[in-house]
């Protein structure tokens, strides 16, 4: 009795260190975020503000095109997400259940690409798309990340776990390939899908080094770049930076809290599935 | 829907999984693809189904040559052995998944699965979802679904395997009864025996993709073409006793003894290539006596008595060949004792030792 209960306390205290190194940073941003300029560099440091500085925010959001970055950070995310979703489902049910010549040397070529790390692509991927006229442009923001080989492995082997008398029993029903794959195969991968949506949704969302690279005009600038370019207009404003953070991970948070109860889910059956 | 299969082969890379079959299934019967794994009985129910395009030969659903018709086309419901209900769906969806296809309105979908569901007996389970079904009920909706859209032809690939034994038994009556009910030409794959011999009408036995016996299931019981269909069916298994015939005199005698048993029933002497062959007697079909001088019959060394309750199985042996033979409860008999054993009348087989055909003439 005494040991389990010691036992339990052991587990607690693992988990409630974990968790507040996890949050600490985001408390510490938030915190920061309503201190007054005073506060921000004072030693030792101000756990409580003495007054809420939520004129913080407003500040923060007036002093940078922050509505244009969040609509342009939304399209970004929103179609490479949506389009991602699309190819991820068609090529990980080509991969897993269609017969076609050379498909396992194909999708040992694409595993392969997944060890060519992403900056080593970033100048040919440029050059492109400059050739193709499109920098600074919404497709260069999305095009190249319409597709994943992670997701589509990831997929695959869900895919593979359905069994094959569900395809043959659709398939005496009437049904095609691609009726197969939208009416059966994508409902029952739904937690494989929303893991994959989240992944990518914050990858998206997230992401700083491409936009950065192919964006010039501050019209097309995603929030990550415009955070970027507002803290050295911001100078050394903590304060106002932290506000901008908040606000710029809240639609994140979200989600995730949306999505967590699925994300649980998909891996708790993942892990019994026979 | 009769249906006929000429010298269909299927072939996978090098291995022939069906070789050569030629069967004719007449309209609202009940046959069983019997025999062990391997034997090519699933190969040949998805060739049926168009799941596998057959490598030579042809096959009929009536008049009309099926081999390049799609499954949705070929009127055929299937069961599969772990029913392949789709997940997601109520049973109710289940059952109206193929109407929907087959773009029926949805109100005309919806009471033609219900009365389907009704047949099956399931109609107060349609809103639930197939993880919360039995076996047995997951079962009926794969029926029912396989019903729905009124086919010709009705495949079952092993449905019973995955049920418990009381359930098994349970399920085949209902299956006979819903085949009787519909009236629907069936084809039912199976490598139970017993199964195959409780629900069909004609049994066709496999070996190795080769085509064994085709003919009705008590037919098959008592003049099995050959050694492996005698073995195949029935349990206890058929006893086979190494035997020197007797050309002259029409008698046997048991390999390593001295014991003679007269030949009665009629031989197809064009089949027999020597001597040697192999006496087989299911065990129901000794007759025991304790007495001596019964005539026709030999004497053998009692091992071991079973009893299960309504018939004893007495082990036996003759020479050094075991017999296992199924007696009346009253009959008392001890180990070591010596018992005399007759064949019934019309009861035995004999197999020729090197073709291993049997060599008896059959009721034809």
């Not at chain 2, 794959?189 to 496999?206: G, N, R, W, Y």
């Not at chain 2, 014991?259 to 007697?281: A, C, D, F, H, W």
Request: charged share 20%; net charge neutral; glycine share 6%.
């Amino acid at each position: 009795m005494q040991r389990a209960a010691f036992s339990k306390g052991f587990i607690y205290l693992v988990l409630i260190i974990g968790s507040v190194c996890m949050l600490l940073p985001f408390a510490w941003m938030f915190i920061t975020s309503i201190k007054s300029p005073g506060e921000v560099m004072m030693m030792p440091p101000v756990w409580i503000p003495e007054d809420f500085k939520w004129e913080n925010y407003k500040e923060a959001w007036s002093m940078a095109p922050f509505a244009r970055y969040t609509i342009n950070s939304i399209i970004v995310t929103v179609l490479s997400t949506l389009g991602e979703l699309v190819t991820t489902i068609l090529a990980a049910y080509a991969f897993s259940r269609m017969h076609f010549y050379g498909r396992d040397i194909l999708f040992s070529i694409l595993l392969g690409t997944m060890m060519v790390p992403g900056e080593v692509l970033l100048i040919p991927n440029y050059v492109t798309l400059s050739n193709l006229g499109w920098i600074d442009q919404y497709q260069a923001l999305i095009i190249p990340w319409l597709a994943s080989i992670f997701s589509i492995f990831l997929l695959r082997q869900f895919f593979l776990g359905i069994p094959q008398e569900l395809s043959y029993a659709a398939k005496i029903d009437g049904c095609n390939n691609f009726r197969f794959l939208w009416t059966i195969m994508v409902p029952l991968a739904k937690p494989a899908l929303i893991t994959i949506v989240l992944l990518k949704a914050i990858g998206s969302w997230n992401s700083f080094l491409w936009p950065l690279i192919v964006t010039q005009s501050k019209e097309m600038r995603t929030l990550p770049v415009g955070l970027t370019s507002f803290s050295t207009e911001a100078g050394i404003n903590y304060e106002l930076l932290m506000a901008a953070s908040t606000m710029i991970i809240l639609p994140m948070i979200i989600l995730y809290f949306c999505l967590q109860r699925y994300i649980i889910e998909g891996v708790a059956k993942a892990g019994i599935k026979g | 829907m009769k249906i006929q299969l000429k010298e269909l082969s299927m072939k996978f890379d090098d291995v022939l999984a069906v070789n050569g079959l030629n069967v004719h299934i007449n309209k609202g019967e009940l046959v069983s693809l019997l025999g062990p794994s391997g034997c090519g009985k699933s190969t040949t129910l998805f060739m049926l189904a168009g799941l596998y395009k057959p490598s030579s030969g042809e096959m009929y659903f009536g008049d009309t040559l099926v081999n390049n018709v799609e499954p949705e086309n070929r009127g055929i419901g299937m069961v599969f052995q772990n029913y392949a209900l789709y997940p997601h769906m109520t049973v109710l969806k289940n059952i109206m998944f193929p109407l929907k296809m087959a773009k029926v309105p949805h109100k005309k979908a919806e009471e033609k699965a219900i009365e389907m569901a009704n047949l099956v007996q399931i109609g107060h389970l349609l809103d639930r979802k197939p993880k919360q079904l039995s076996g047995g009920q997951q079962q009926r909706v794969a029926i029912a679904r396989a019903l729905v859209k009124q086919p010709q032809l009705l495949l079952l690939d092993e449905p019973l395997s995955n049920l418990d034994a009381r359930l098994r038994i349970e399920m085949r009556e209902e299956i006979r009864r819903i085949q009787q009910e519909v009236g629907i030409t069936t084809i039912f794959v199976t490598h139970d025996q017993e199964e195959a011999m409780s629900i069909s009408d004609k049994v066709l036995l496999m070996k190795d993709g080769q085509f064994q016996q085709y003919s009705k299931p008590q037919e098959m019981y008592d003049h099995p073409v050959n050694m492996f269909v005698g073995k195949f069916m029935g349990n206890p298994p058929i006893n086979m006793i190494p035997v020197t015939f007797d050309h002259k005199n029409l008698s046997i005698q048991i390999n390593g003894t001295d014991e003679k048993l007269k030949v009665t029933s009629k031989l197809n002497y064009e089949l027999v290539s020597g001597n040697q062959m192999l006496l087989g007697v299911r065990a129901e079909d000794f007759v025991l006596e304790k007495l001596e001088g019964i005539s026709n019959s030999f004497s053998a060394k009692v091992d071991l008595v079973e009893r299960t309750g309504r018939d004893t199985l007495v082990h036996a042996t003759v020479g050094n060949h075991a017999i296992r033979a199924l007696v009346n409860q009253d009959f008392v008999v001890k180990p070591s004792n010596i018992v005399k054993l007759s064949i019934r009348k019309n009861r035995l087989q004999l197999f020729d030792a090197e073709t291993e055909l049997n060599l008896v003439l059959g009721k034809e």
